[in-house]
């Protein structure tokens, strides 16, 4: 019986009954004890050791829970007595009077001592005497005295003896019941608990018979006890030397002379009360003590490591500026070590331009004038490099207002200095740049008149500066021909919001006309509204005067070298045609006499490709555009009467000798033989020369391609390796004809798979590569097996004989966010080779942890290894608690985790054990071994114990079939029922998976099972991809749980998962929980399940089914 716990109700009826049978016979061994020594002895009762056993049960259980206890007491109490001194009325009135007795002073006790904690002091402890032994014993002794009064006694002696005895049984022996805790039994320590009780029981017998006035001397070694042990130990001396004392005078060891007109039989037992008190006092006095102790250490502790860990430099700094005491991060901001910074003062390594200011504060800081201070300050590094600061300074002062030392925390402000003075220079930049440039600079804040300008305003308006700008007379100095376009266009900008600009004419007072040009932004509120404009005004007048007066001149510089072999025409600077060779002429279709004067788009007409698009003129990019077409343009001219060039177009600008563009010319080069030619070349430089796909340099740029659409238009491809199986030995056996002609054979029937769309190409040897444009994974799979199967079935004849081959195929994918072609193919690779290496004929899509598998594979196990581990049982289970946040002792379940025991004396760790596993594709037979032992093995005992267990599944597990039927068979025969089983899974196999592990969770939740998530917080989209699946519980990534005590992000994120999961039904699991703090924080968001080190800590499954720990459901 465990009287350890509070006095809440947290025990069903049927522990009630056993904890209340079990004091009940405590009760009755203590009350024949108590007889026996009333028999023996030549005296009345000498000690009553049940009514404080019965306190003790009583003051740790609830108030309704009272009456059975009650009830079971008195029936021991009398019993015992019936036993020892046969049938009386007389016991069940004196048993009626102990119950009533235990039932007040129980009900005092709760009224005024702590709960948990009842005596935790010297205060609870005088409370405790008072309502315990001095208030309750008289009542009692007063009801006994009167209701059961003693013939030829008065009054006084049996109101007295029941008094000592009462008092001595509750002072010596509930204490210990009131004290004890389950957890002080581990921090026992017997060895000094054994000691010290025989050094007291013999030196207390010795003085008791050797000694005169014994007690003075026994009150020695319990007052010892009480100072140098602990409140239980010392309690349970003083106990056992009260018992000693009380046998020794009840068998006839002790004989003392009592004046009996006085106080009687009680005088004998007197100083046993009389040494009990002082020794009982003395050890809540060192308690207290103690416990003061211990705070002022923890205080210290925290103290330090917030020193010491603080992220922030912190130093404690003597009166005389010794830095007495200094963090990490106060060495490293001043890149001084420990012993270094220990020599100096703070005024040596101050800035000197710093240090006058930094005094000023610390005497009057020292002073009392002030109670701390802030400024920023820089200190010289060991580098003698500066550094800006941010420093706070306080003072700590013994009780007699003394200065002891100073507590500095600075704060690293160096980056942020820099970029104030960068933001400083960019204003000064921006403000001299405006003033050079005649920029002028205005705001306007809508809904009010008037508007804001600078200086350069004024005088681009030629008004003065007394004047106030205003809408009104802003508009009033635009032109007529302008007013209307520009305040149109100033209500347009109002309502789309988007940076603006628009052109303009002023009238100058003085007279003349100022081309102006605006240009501005909209600002917006929090709301999207806008609340005002800000802009330039520019002169634009110059320039437009110079563009209006450029001159016009053409020239017309005509080339008639008519054995020239290129084409060439010319235009002018509206690109007309001014001039055509005859070269030009037969190859455009048209005469000069027809051509002269026509717009060159119309004479002249390129593609991109015979059958590509249409091309922009170069004559119209050189002019008006400035630039030329793209070099890898295959332009075609089209001729009038329908023929067609191959052509290269080079134009050059004609200018006058001020370089004025004035037309332009344009070269045309038939170039049909030549490119003719380099298509020939491209297409062998570019495709392979046996099965004329595309080669690996044609592939790669085709990736690099897809790489680029995704990352445009937010696409999905899929990137393929496909390896053939079995080709070598083809190629030794048959030759290697058989090898190419298999080779081209593979390559069509592979083509005839593809959409146009797709990219194939030979990469080398029995290797292929394939993209597969905006396409899904799932759907590369499919399709890729569906290949795989063909070849696999597809049979290959030469000379006679027929041959069969394999494939095996390795998938990755194209997102927005891929970058690099390389990472992609060592991806596709990496799949490939997991495909090969997990029996060949697989298709296998790669995961972001196969890449660190294959470059550890030379750590992993062999797949020989890993199935002699899980065959010769190398396994053993593990389980950790799972609690509610504000009731960490209800356990909910149980988490079940897997321990590898190395099969030699080499350490192996379970992520390496699961690391070969997935890539032998062996997690489903660990899951069977899982699956067995909690199904059959210990499928009864977990069942009798009334506990759940949380079984983790794989996600190759989940997809696998004949796991699926095992699974379900052994579930349907375990004698464990479906509703202690709860089925962990990866988020991955509700959300990509739906079709095949979404159905085969729910119909084990439909037998029963429930469901845990893992996962969860990647993002938080996936809320809305459920589908419907019933979740029971969601557990939350554990990288926002370890920080979210500290870290806002990681709270606020945990905050949303949290709610979001509460939306859809779901209970929510966080962990690992390491300390209160983490606690505390997932307790405040409103997590329903935690688990962690704080919670309860990780222990094998045989040793909690073999512990006395029942589930309650």
């Not at 820089?378 to 706070?392: C, F, H, N, P, Q």
């Not at 292929?768 to 569906?786: I, P, Y």
Request: hydrophobic content about 45%.
């Amino acid at each position: 019986m465990d009287i350890s716990a509070t006095n809440q109700p947290v025990s069903p009826q049927g522990s009630l009954l056993t904890h209340s049978l079990l004091m009940a016979i405590a009760v009755f061994l203590l009350a024949c004890l108590c007889l026996l020594l009333s028999i023996e002895s030549s005296y009345f009762t000498p000690l009553w050791f049940p009514t404080a056993a019965i306190i003790m049960f009583l003051y740790r259980h609830p108030l309704r829970s009272w009456p059975l206890p009650l009830l079971l007491s008195g029936i021991s109490i009398c019993l015992a007595s019936f036993i020892l001194f046969g049938f009386s009325w007389l016991p069940v009135k004196l048993t009626l009077i102990n119950l009533l007795e235990a039932t007040v002073c129980t009900l005092l006790l709760r009224r005024v001592l702590h709960p948990t904690d009842p005596l935790n002091g010297l205060a609870s402890w005088l409370k405790f005497v008072v309502c315990a032994v001095i208030f309750t014993p008289m009542l009692s002794a007063f009801l006994a005295a009167s209701w059961v009064p003693q013939p030829g006694q008065p009054f006084w002696h049996p109101f007295s003896i029941w008094f000592i005895s009462e008092a001595i049984g509750v002072l010596s022996l509930a204490p210990i019941g009131l004290v004890y805790q389950r957890s002080m039994l581990k921090a026992l320590n017997w060895f000094e608990l054994l000691l010290t009780l025989m050094g007291t029981l013999t030196f207390a017998y010795l003085a008791l018979l050797n000694l005169p006035y014994p007690f003075t001397f026994v009150i020695l070694p319990l007052l010892w006890a009480a100072i140098s042990l602990p409140r239980l130990e010392a309690f349970i001396i003083c106990f056992t030397t009260t018992l000693m004392i009380t046998i020794m005078i009840s068998i006839g060891l002790l004989h003392f002379q009592t004046q009996k007109q006085f106080l009687g039989d009680i005088e004998i037992y007197l100083p046993l009360l009389l040494i009990l008190l002082p020794a009982h006092s003395m050890s809540m006095v060192m308690h207290a003590f103690r416990v003061e102790k211990n705070h002022i250490v923890e205080s210290e502790t925290r103290f330090r490591n917030a020193l010491e860990y603080s992220a922030i430099g912190m130093a404690l700094v003597s009166p005389e500026g010794k830095w007495l005491q200094v963090n990490q991060a106060l060495c490293k901001l001043l890149r001084y070590p420990p012993e270094i910074l220990h020599r100096l003062t703070f005024q040596e390594i101050t800035h000197a331009d710093d240090l006058h200011a930094d005094l000023i504060q610390w005497q009057d800081l020292f002073d009392g004038h002030i109670s701390s201070y802030t400024m920023e300050k820089r200190y010289i590094r060991s580098d003698g490099e500066s550094v800006w600061t941010l420093l706070a300074v306080s003072l700590v002062r013994d009780p007699s207002g003394q200065p002891l030392y100073f507590i500095a925390q600075v704060e690293d402000i160096n980056e942020l200095k820099r970029t104030e003075a960068e933001n400083r220079h960019l204003m000064e930049r921006i403000t001299l740049a405006n003033q050079a440039g005649g920029i002028g600079v205005w705001e306007w804040v809508l809904g009010d008149e008037k508007l804001t300008w600078d200086k350069r305003m004024f005088e681009l308006y030629e008004l003065s500066p007394e004047q106030t700008p205003t809408i009104a007379l802003w508009n009033s100095l635009i032109l007529p021909e302008d007013r209307e376009r520009t305040m149109q266009q100033i209500s347009t900008i109002t309502t789309h919001h988007r940076p603006f600009i628009m052109e303009f004419r002023i009238a100058l007072r003085l007279g003349g006309i100022r081309h102006i040009r605006g240009q501005g932004n909209t600002i917006l509120d929090e709301h999207d509204r806008p609340v005002r404009l800000i802009g330039t005004n520019i002169d634009m007048t110059e320039i437009i005067s110079l563009t209006e007066a450029l001159h016009e001149e053409k020239e017309r510089l005509h080339i008639t070298l008519d054995a020239i072999g290129e084409g060439v025409i010319s235009t002018n600077s509206e690109m007309r045609v001014t001039f055509m060779n005859p070269i030009a002429e037969q190859m455009s279709g048209w005469s000069l006499e027809l051509a002269l004067g026509m717009p060159i788009t119309g004479v002249i007409r390129m593609t991109n490709g015979k059958e590509g698009p249409e091309v922009e003129n170069p004559v119209q990019c050189c002019l008006q555009e400035g630039k030329t077409l793209p070099q890898d343009y295959a332009l075609v001219l089209h001729s009038r009467d329908g023929r067609h060039f191959d052509v290269q177009a080079s134009v050059s600008p004609l200018k006058t000798l001020e370089g004025d563009v004035m037309g332009a010319v344009m070269v045309l080069q038939d170039v049909s033989a030549s490119r003719e030619l380099m298509k020939k070349l491209s297409y062998s430089a570019s495709h392979d020369a046996l099965t004329n796909l595309q080669n690996r340099t044609s592939f790669e740029k085709s990736l690099k391609n897809a790489i680029i659409s995704a990352a445009n238009h937010e696409q999905r491809h899929a990137l393929v390796f496909l390896d053939l199986d079995r080709f070598k030995a083809v190629n030794d056996n048959a030759g290697h004809a058989a090898g190419d002609a298999l080779l081209k054979e593979i390559g069509q029937l592979m083509q005839r798979q593809l959409r146009n769309s797709d990219c194939l190409a030979r990469l080398g040897g029995d290797e292929f590569g394939l993209l597969l444009l905006d396409c899904s994974l799932e759907h590369a799979r499919m399709l890729m097996q569906q290949m795989v199967t063909q070849i696999s079935e597809h049979p290959f004849y030469w000379e006679g004989k027929i041959y069969h081959v394999g494939a095996s195929a390795g998938i990755t994918q194209i997102s927005a966010t891929s970058s690099k072609s390389t990472e992609l193919l060592a991806q596709a690779d990496i799949a490939c080779y997991t495909a090969k290496h997990r029996g060949r004929g697989q298709v296998y899509i790669y995961e972001a942890r196969q890449k660190q598998l294959m470059e550890r594979k030379h750590e992993l196990l062999t797949r020989e290894e890993l199935t002699a581990i899980i065959d010769k049982r190398q396994l053993k289970l593990r389980v950790k608690a799972v609690s509610p946040p504000k009731t960490p002792l209800a356990v909910c379940f149980y988490q079940l985790a897997l321990q590898v025991i190395p099969p030699d004396e080499h350490a192996l760790t379970s992520d390496a054990f699961f690391s070969a596993a997935q890539l032998y594709g062996l997690l489903p037979s660990i899951d069977r071994w899982m699956v067995h032992q909690i199904l059959e093995l210990h499928a009864q005992t977990i069942h009798q114990k009334g506990i759940s267990i949380a079984l983790p599944l794989a996600t190759d597990s989940v997809l696998d079939s004949e796991f699926q039927h095992y699974l379900q068979e052994q579930l349907a025969a375990s004698t464990l029922p479906c509703q202690a089983i709860l089925l962990i899974v990866d988020e991955t196999v509700i959300l990509d998976h739906a079709e095949n592990g979404g159905g085969f969770i729910r119909r084990l939740q439909q037998m029963g099972c429930k469901l845990i998530v893992n996962g969860f917080g990647h993002n938080l989209n996936v809320f809305d991809q459920l589908n419907g699946q019933k979740i029971d519980y969601i557990r939350i990534d554990e990288r926002f749980v370890t920080n979210v005590h500290s870290n806002q992000m990681d709270e606020l994120m945990v905050s949303m998962i949290n709610g979001a999961a509460h939306r859809i039904h779901a209970q929510t699991l966080a962990g690992p929980v390491h300390q209160q703090a983490t606690l505390n924080a997932l307790t405040a968001i409103g997590i329903d399940l935690v688990e962690g080190d704080f919670i309860a800590q990780e222990q094998p499954l045989v040793d909690l089914l073999a512990g006395g720990y029942f589930g309650i459901r």
